[in-house]
């Protein structure tokens, strides 16, 4: 049967051992909306912002969370009934980032290239992409997938392919790496908390 499509847009961070996941506040740049599961690089001012695709000098981690410039509450235009589930632009906030070198993130693949198709890529290195728009408006998560035509075996990618998700799909089928839209354990390769062009990821164990 086929996987589910759309089922895991994002830089999704994966629970780790007893479900801890690093996170960090950091101020938003404004210039741009902003998203759950949105990959984001720190800049030059200390603010956080949209990652570059193929941007080798390094990303932070994904968006999990925001809070109002006083880190008092949501921020206001997320905090009621008629709001939004994303940060809008021009709007002062902190965006909470699962920004730990080693955190282990699931992903979906695109449509474009060719399928990944098997475990043994595992090691492999690839960037990410967006769909038509970089987030959904509607569900507040960024529209984010792995882009399976840039895989190489080597360090030049973005996001490291760690393994096979244990994902199960909405017909009680299991991730098929076979076919589309395929679940991927990845892990940033480039990252700016940590060393750049991390070693392939063999050896490194999958959430249990």
Same mark, same amino acid.
């Given at each position: 049967?086929?996987?589910?499509?759309?089922?895991?847009?994002?830089?999704?961070?994966?629970?780790?051992?007893?479900?801890?996941?690093?996170?960090?506040y950091y101020r938003v740049n404004t210039a741009a909306d902003l998203f759950l599961f949105q990959p984001v690089?720190?800049?030059?001012?200390?603010?956080?912002?949209?990652?570059?695709?193929?941007?080798?000098?390094?990303?932070?981690?994904?968006?999990?969370?925001?809070?109002?410039?006083?880190?008092?509450?949501?921020?206001?235009?997320?905090?009621?009934?008629?709001?939004?589930?994303?940060?809008?632009?021009?709007?002062?906030?902190?965006?909470?980032v699962a920004d730990d070198p080693n955190q282990l993130f699931i992903m979906e693949e695109d449509t474009g290239? %060719? &399928?990944? #198709?098997? @475990?043994?890529?595992?090691? *492999?290195?690839?960037?990410?992409?967006? $769909?038509?728009?970089?987030?959904?408006?509607?569900?507040?998560?960024?529209?984010?997938?792995?882009?399976?035509?840039?895989?190489?075996?080597?360090?030049?990618?973005?996001? %490291? &392919?760690? #393994?096979? @998700?244990?994902?199960?799909? *909405?017909?009680?089928?299991?991730?098929? $790496?076979?076919?589309?839209?395929?679940?991927?354990?990845?892990?940033?390769?480039?990252?700016?908390?940590?060393?750049?062009?991390?070693?392939?990821?063999?050896?490194?164990?999958?959430p249990g």
């Amino acid at each position: 049967m086929a996987n589910d499509q759309s089922s895991h847009l994002g830089l999704r961070p994966a629970k780790q051992p007893f479900g801890a996941i690093k996170s960090t506040y950091y101020r938003v740049n404004t210039a741009a909306d902003l998203f759950l599961f949105q990959p984001v690089a720190l800049n030059n001012s200390g603010q956080v912002q949209i990652a570059a695709i193929s941007d080798m000098s390094g990303i932070l981690g994904s968006i999990i969370g925001f809070l109002d410039a006083s880190k008092a509450s949501l921020p206001t235009q997320m905090d009621a009934v008629s709001g939004r589930p994303y940060l809008r632009s021009s709007n002062n906030a902190w965006a909470q980032v699962a920004d730990d070198p080693n955190q282990l993130f699931i992903m979906e693949e695109d449509t474009g290239g %060719t &399928l990944i #198709g098997s @475990a043994n890529s595992s090691g *492999q290195t690839v960037h990410f992409t967006y $769909l038509s728009t970089t987030g959904n408006t509607v569900t507040g998560r960024a529209n984010v997938l792995i882009d399976r035509s840039t895989i190489a075996a080597d360090t030049g990618g973005i996001l %490291t &392919l760690v #393994g096979p @998700a244990d994902n199960t799909n *909405q017909d009680g089928t299991a991730n098929d $790496l076979t076919a589309n839209f395929a679940k991927w354990y990845v892990r940033i390769n480039s990252h700016q908390n940590g060393p750049l062009n991390l070693a392939p990821a063999g050896g490194i164990g999958l959430p249990g």
